[in-house]
């Protein structure tokens, strides 16, 4: 448990939770203790520049959101965990639907514009993963997600 003294600030990563890496029960805490969330916001940016060759115009498109994601894959017992470690690393364009349990959190799940529907806050496209073992660590899978503000990620294609 920790103390604070001071300011506030936002600690830690408790409370993701994933859904859509093996199409069935939630990836929580049980599955894998998450270490690290880091969140970019990207776009393409043309340059348009005047008769002097200075840019005078700068164009922003294709507005997208990666996060990255490390976990330590854990479970009660070893064949579970070892389960988890390739669900955790499902094909390229899996959507997984990530949830802050602190609704006033919603870096993950929230409705931003990055998103095109507001049905599909939370929902991201898992674009790569990485498994990293070690003699001296433990196991860690990275995983790559993105979100484009003109996909709509939500919608159902039959």
Request: charged share 20%; hydrophobic share 35%; aromatic share 6%.
């Amino acid at each position: 448990m920790a103390t604070f003294n001071g300011k506030y600030v936002v600690w830690g990563v408790n409370g993701i939770t994933a859904t859509g890496f093996d199409g069935s029960e939630p990836w929580t805490a049980a599955k894998g203790e998450v270490q690290s969330v880091s969140v970019s916001n990207n776009s393409d940016v043309a340059e348009v520049k005047n008769g002097n060759g200075e840019v005078s115009l700068l164009v922003f498109s294709n507005q997208n959101r990666e996060t990255s994601i490390e976990v330590v894959p854990s479970s009660i017992t070893l064949d579970t965990v070892q389960g988890d470690i390739e669900k955790l690393l499902p094909p390229s364009g899996t959507l997984i639907t990530l949830v802050e349990s602190d609704t006033d959190l919603t870096t993950l799940d929230g409705d931003t514009d990055t998103v095109k529907e507001t049905g599909g806050a939370g929902v991201w496209s898992y674009m790569s993963g990485e498994l990293s073992r070690s003699n001296d660590a433990e196991t860690r899978i990275s995983m790559v997600l993105k979100q484009y503000a003109g996909c709509d990620l939500d919608a159902t294609l039959t």
